[in-house]
């Protein structure tokens, strides 16, 4: 069957259109689970987080997200973070804290992502001036989540999503889980990528406003 040159180049578009529309899936999804820089935090509660000075209670384990205000890739962290809490049913103290950096007016970490993660039940939220906190933790990525059990060990240290933005089941959550209903349940350190944006980068893709 003879082929038209206008039907053949209608396809040659399309296929071309295909592949483009491939490629751009491709680097989307490379992207996506492109992990951000893991935390370095030390094995024990940090005795110089302001923190542990304010309600800090001694016997309870303590869960601490490290976030960007500005990062559109948290806001899948901070929704695994409410499904967290409602699993473990506030058996854990836990804080998102939202860095604001140096010679930034005050308010300016105060995004919806703030605000999604003080409705959370059992969340309490800090704003982290220049960071200071986010130090302490070694945290680098924003998403980073480090969990202390009762004693003040760290027990897990990295991300609470599958990829940038992804809601859904994912390990950390699953980890976190476990080692709230048994505190051995993971013999060493637990650890996964954290995905996110860089804690400090001056203005992170996309917005949260």
């Known amino acids: 069957?003879?082929?038209?040159?206008?039907?053949?180049?209608?396809?040659?578009?399309?296929?071309?259109?295909?592949?483009?529309?491939?490629?751009?899936m491709n680097l989307l999804w490379?992207?996506?689970?492109?992990?951000?820089?893991?935390?370095?935090?030390?094995?024990?509660?940090?005795?110089?987080?302001?923190i542990t000075r304010i309600t800090r209670i001694p016997g309870?384990?303590?869960?601490?997200?490290?976030?960007?205000?500005?990062?559109?890739?948290?806001?899948?962290?901070v929704a695994e973070l409410a499904r967290l809490m409602a699993r473990?049913?506030?058996r854990v103290d836990a804080y998102v804290l939202f860095l604001r950096p140096a010679g930034i007016e005050e308010?300016?970490?105060?995004?919806?992502?703030?605000?999604?993660?003080?409705?959370?039940?059992?969340?309490?939220?800090?704003?982290?001036?220049?960071?200071?906190?986010?130090?302490?933790?070694?945290?680098?990525?924003?998403?980073?989540?480090?969990?202390?059990?009762?004693?003040?060990?760290?027990?897990?240290?990295?991300?609470i999503t599958a990829a940038r933005g992804h809601q859904g089941d994912n390990l950390g959550e699953a980890v976190i889980a476990a080692l709230v209903k048994d505190a051995h349940a993971a013999a060493a350190l637990a650890t996964t990528p954290v995905y996110g944006c860089g804690l400090h980068d001056p203005e992170p893709r996309g917005g949260t406003r």
């Open 107 to 159: 308010g300016w970490e105060q995004t919806d992502l703030w605000r999604s993660a003080a409705a959370i039940p059992g969340v309490r939220v800090v704003a982290d001036p220049d960071g200071e906190e986010a130090a302490r933790f070694g945290a680098a990525t924003s998403g980073q989540t480090v969990f202390y059990d009762a004693s003040g060990r760290l027990r897990f240290a990295g991300g």
């Open 88 to 90: 473990v049913e506030r």
């Open 1 to 24: 069957m003879m082929v038209s040159r206008r039907t053949l180049g209608t396809w040659l578009v399309g296929l071309a259109w295909l592949g483009v529309v491939g490629v751009g």
């Open 30 to 50: 490379g992207y996506a689970k492109k992990p951000g820089k893991a935390a370095s935090a030390d094995g024990t509660w940090p005795a110089s987080t302001r």
């Open 60 to 77: 309870r384990p303590t869960l601490v997200m490290l976030a960007h205000p500005h990062c559109p890739c948290t806001r899948a962290s």
